[in-house]
């Protein structure tokens, strides 16, 4: 009999420290993890089992579809956005050819049991693709339907997956002599930057945020790859695995659409260098930009609209930039590094 359970994927990652969490506390069902690295140790008691393996292992894929009855899957494994700049044949080995396995497998799961697989894909605001700084001015708050032309790989990546999400979903094999049937609940998020209390971002652009706090934290000084007024939207950890929750549990009816912007606050990074300066006042933060890295940041929005998901799942952000740092952010590094 194949036990039922939940698969995370990149589970070692940043959102997957605090979604394990979460969905332990909420005994949301038995934890299936899958890395390439064996799980922090502050999170591997709270998966039921543990694997450390490749999601472009097909084997070790449909070894799992034999194992598990899957509820409901979390498919956070992915390259960021530098990273995937300096290799970006991997990266899309990875982030297609990996979502590519993991919906065919909820797919099979799908069709073995009957019903649709929840499918929790988390997107980016790497998937919008301003043309220069002026074109980011005038185009201001964006909403899901417009400048999708990204110019990274992850972002193409990114956009092209939310698009594979919607086929597997809402059109597989439309040719085919059956009648669709709908075997994969897909949901996804196009997150902004996420700024975590107890994790650092690896390989990502949107990561001069996260590195600024906690290299103040630590008494080191910072040097700041991209402009002061470098502009972005960001949210908290907590409030991005909220979010992800109350995605999942929207009922299917309600949601309008597969793919969802949320954002929380937008400072510049002078903004946010004056809150770190606030709490750490010794705190040394230069700026050194990397050109490349700022155009990569400028042809992301300044900000995303996200009405569409206050509309269809509630979706309502905890924290704003102060309480952010107040009741969050601040206390929880200060209690880290001290
Ligand atoms: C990145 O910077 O690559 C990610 C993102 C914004 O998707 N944090």
């Known amino acids: ?6 698969l995370i994927t990149g589970a070692n990652g940043e959102i997957g420290h605090g979604l394990i969490t979460a969905l ?11 890395d390439l690295n064996k799980l922090d140790s502050r999170i591997s008691r709270l998966a039921s089992e543990e694997l450390t393996g490749n999601i472009l292992d097909a084997n070790l894929i449909d070894q799992l ?18 990273r995937a700049e300096f290799s970006p044949r991997s990266a899309h080995n990875v982030n297609v050819g ?31 693709g301003l043309k220069n700084r002026a074109e980011k001015q005038i ?32 059109h597989y094999q439309r ?11 897909f949901r996804s998020i196009r997150f902004p930057g996420i700024i975590s209390s107890t994790t650092i971002p690896t390989g990502g652009t949107s990561d001069y945020i996260p590195e600024m706090l906690h290299t103040a934290a630590r008494g080191e000084t910072y040097k700041c790859f991209v ?17 992800i929750q109350d995605i999942m549990v929207a009922p299917m009816k309600s949601l309008n659409q597969t793919v969802y912007n949320v954002r929380a606050f937008a400072p510049t990074a002078d903004e946010f260098r004056d809150k770190v300066i606030e709490a750490f006042p010794q705190a040394q933060i230069e700026y050194e930009v990397n050109e490349k890295r700022q155009n990569m940041v400028d042809s992301w929005p300044a900000d995303t609209n996200d009405s569409a998901a206050r509309m269809d799942w509630r979706w309502n952000p905890q924290h704003d930039l102060e309480t952010g740092m107040q009741e969050y952010l601040i206390p929880n590094v200060k209690k880290i590094y001290s």
Do not use: W
């Open 227 to 243: 402009e002061k007024d470098a502009k972005i939207p960001f949210m908290t950890m907590p409030d991005a695995v909220q979010a």
């Open 1 to 6: 009999m194949r036990k039922p359970a939940i």
């Open 24 to 34: 332990h506390k909420k005994r949301a069902g038995d934890i299936i993890t899958l």
């Open 65 to 82: 579809n034999g194992e598990y009855e899957f509820i409901t899957i979390y498919h956070l494994a992915a390259l960021l956005s530098t």
């Open 139 to 170: 185009a201001g708050t964006i909403s899901e339907n417009r400048f999708l032309n990204p110019v990274t790989m992850y972002g193409c990546n990114k956009l092209y997956c939310e698009h594979l999400g919607t086929y597997y979903s809402r």
């Open 98 to 128: 990996g979502t590519m396995n993991l919906l065919n497998l909820a797919l099979e799961q799908g069709k073995s049991q009957g019903k649709p697989i929840t499918f929790f894909f988390p997107s980016s605001i790497a998937v919008y």
């Open 175 to 185: 040719l085919g002599a059956e009648e669709h049937h709908c075997y994969i609940d």
